[in-house]
T-cell receptor, first 114, second 114 residues
């Protein structure tokens, strides 16, 4: 079974700083999909960024980018120029090629301080 | 279409009572998922539907839990004889036939069993 591990339960940075959230996963599949989701306090979970494992190029969405290291099974999220609105729980998630469900990590609580 | 809608937002019930939650997915999405999230943890998969067919159930879904999706539209999740350990956030999500592009989540139903 696939597992997703987020080793940083909490992180805190100052506004405008860059922060990197770590995620590792375990799978025997060669083709799969990785996601980062954001869950603001008392609000719904929203998709931040998505990476297809067969694409070597790291995904980027505005201030959000990933560092995907397939051999190391690592998928970190970098948030540049952090904003107060980035304060949230961040979840890394995995979906196998033939699977139909997301497997989530334990989450990282990120606080952006003014 | 305003996204995935879940009702109620909060439910407090006494131990031993039955509860039912409702999820209305995005109308174009034929896949619907239920997850459970306890405090400080990532969402755990419970079950998913493609149209009206329930295609997979987690071992977490004991015989006290039942989910339906009549006519492939909204879905209900019922918990019978609730226990304190059932206290959690119950999340619903939907996706197109290709879930590799990620899910759209609802705001969740927070269940407290007293």
């Amino acid at each position: 079974a696939q597992t997703v591990t987020q080793s940083q339960p909490e992180m805190s940075v100052q506004e405008a700083e860059t922060v990197t959230l770590s995620c590792t996963y375990d799978t025997s599949e060669s083709n799969y999909y990785l996601f980062w989701y954001k869950q603001p306090p008392s609000r719904q979970m929203i998709l931040v960024i998505r990476q297809e494992a067969y694409k070597q190029q790291n995904a980027t969405e505005n201030r959000f980018s990933v560092n995907f290291q397939k051999a190391a099974k690592s998928f970190s999220l970098k948030i540049s120029d952090s904003q107060l609105g980035d304060t949230a729980m961040y979840f890394c998630a995995f979906m196998g090629q033939g699977a139909q469900k997301l497997v989530f990590g334990q989450g990282t609580r990120l606080t952006i301080n003014p | 279409d305003t996204g995935v809608s879940q009702n109620p937002r909060h439910k407090i019930t006494k131990r031993g009572q039955n509860v039912t939650f409702r999820c209305d997915p995005i109308s174009e999405h034929n896949r619907l998922y239920w997850y459970r999230q306890t405090l400080g943890q990532g969402p755990e998969f419970l079950t998913y539907f493609q149209n009206e067919a329930q295609l997979e159930k987690s071992r977490l879904l004991s015989d006290r839990f039942s989910a339906e999706r009549p006519k492939g539209s909204f879905s209900t999740l019922e918990i019978q004889r609730t226990e304190q350990g059932d206290s959690a956030m119950y999340l619903c999500a939907s996706s197109t036939r290709d879930p590799n592009y990620g899910y759209t989540f609802g705001s969740g139903t927070r269940l407290t069993v007293v």
